[in-house]
Nanobody, 125 residues
Framework: QVQLVESGGGLVQAGGSLRLSCAAS????????MGWFRQAPGKEREFVAAAITLGGGIIEYADFVKGRFTISRDNAKNTVYLQMNSLKPEDSAVYYCAARRDSSWSISSYDYAYWGQGTQVTVSS
């Protein structure tokens, strides 16, 4: 049984930092894209960042996090991270880790088969 377990969310002041972690079990995702999505109250789930290390590797970010967030992976630990710096109140949301079941690249949430339970990030002004 595949499980993705996020950790690291919390309450932080604007301008602060948080580091999210997502540990996967039940399957090795080293060859598949893993990413982060977020959903704020009343809004649709949106893409934040994704990465695959297969071949030359691909990393992609949503425009609204470029220069502030960094995604990284530790394939030996089957874990993906999201370092979030310069946080803004509009970054407040539930952040979800997700993984694809094959190596095809995508940033659409519909193409990700496995999801974590989510971790709340709240940024106060």
């Amino acid at each position: 049984q595949v499980q993705l377990v996020e950790s690291g969310g919390g309450l932080v002041q604007a301008g602060g930092s948080l580091r999210l972690s997502c540990a996967a079990s039940g399957r090795t995702f080293s060859r598949y894209p893993m990413g982060w999505f977020r959903q704020a109250p009343g809004k649709e789930r949106e893409f934040v960042a994704a990465a695959i290390t297969l071949g030359g590797g691909i990393i992609e970010y949503a425009d609204f996090v470029k220069g502030r967030f960094t995604i990284s992976r530790d394939n030996a630990k089957n874990t993906v991270y999201l370092q979030m710096n310069s946080l803004k109140p509009e970054d407040s949301a539930v952040y979800y880790c997700a993984a694809r079941r094959d190596s095809s690249w995508s940033i659409s949430s519909y193409d990700y088969a496995y999801w974590g339970q989510g971790t709340q990030v709240t940024v106060s002004s």
